[in-house]
């Protein structure tokens, strides 16, 4: 069975200041993964994915994420936080072969102070 | 944005009441998902289409029932609502070979008092 730890419920961070979300899954095979991101009153969009490519991703908006295989780590970071990106932000891993079923961790708020 | 329409976007009903909420797609996706988002726990399966009459059962499916009678509807039914069913539901479409990446609506809220 897979799934997906997203340590803490809220980072926040000062605007202008790096953004680190972390995200550690489990899976029995080799995993797609995913982050998506969640506004208030909306539903979710995705960021970016992982899919067995390159391991760092390039996302939406100025956001990355590295697939580390040792560490079954999926961790998502941002140089420079901007108000804007305060939201919740969902990690999800996939089994390849699975009807497309995705697990989805806790999700974490972000916050952006001025 | 992908088409995916949810209705209604808000409902409020009584406990032991019917309720079904609809997710039209206008993309033909094989895939179609429904999901809980409650506080704390993130997004939960409830149940999912792989093609038309064809479903299964997601991680919280006892209390829910759905069906899909062509490749742009799926169903969601409470068929008596309890008060633990208040959440916002979220509908989902995917295609196969497109690396499970799903498409998200724009969620139902649902209060049952």
Redesign the interface.
């Known amino acids: 069975a897979q799934s997906v730890t997203?340590l803490g419920?809220h980072v926040s961070v000062s605007e202008g200041a790096l953004v680190l979300l972390r995200c550690n899954y489990s899976s029995s095979v080799p995993p797609?993964l995913?982050w998506?991101v969640q506004y208030p009153?909306?539903?979710?969009?995705?960021l970016l994915?992982y899919?067995s490519a390159a391991t760092l991703v390039k996302g939406i908006n100025g956001f990355e994420a590295e697939f580390k295989k040792s560490e079954t780590s999926f961790h998502l970071t941002k140089p420079s936080a901007h108000m804007s990106d305060a939201a919740e932000y969902?990690c999800a891993v996939?089994d390849?072969g699975?009807?497309?079923?995705?697990?989805?961790?806790?999700?974490i708020t972000l916050s952006v102070r001025p | 944005d992908a088409g995916i329409t949810q209705s209604p976007r808000h409902k409020v009903t009584e406990t032991g009441t019917p309720v079904t909420l609809r997710c039209h797609q206008t993309e033909n996706h094989r895939?179609m998902?429904w999901?809980r988002q409650d506080p704390?726990?993130?997004?939960?399966?409830i149940h999912?289409s792989?093609g038309v009459k064809d479903t299964?059962k997601?991680e919280v499916s006892d209390g829910y029932s759905v069906s899909r009678s062509k490749t742009e509807d799926f169903l969601l039914t409470l068929e008596s609502a309890t008060s633990s069913q208040t959440s916002v539901y979220?509908c989902?479409i995917?295609e196969?070979g497109?690396?499970?990446?799903?498409?998200?609506?724009?969620?139902t809220r649902l209060t049952v008092l």
């Open positions: 997203q419920s797609y995913f998506y009153n909306q539903g979710l969009q995705l994915k899919t969902f996939s390849p699975a009807n497309s079923k995705l697990t989805f961790g806790k999700g | 895939y998902y999901y704390g726990h993130g997004l939960r399966l999912y792989y299964d997601g979220f989902a995917g196969q497109a690396r499970n990446e799903q498409f998200f609506g724009p969620g």
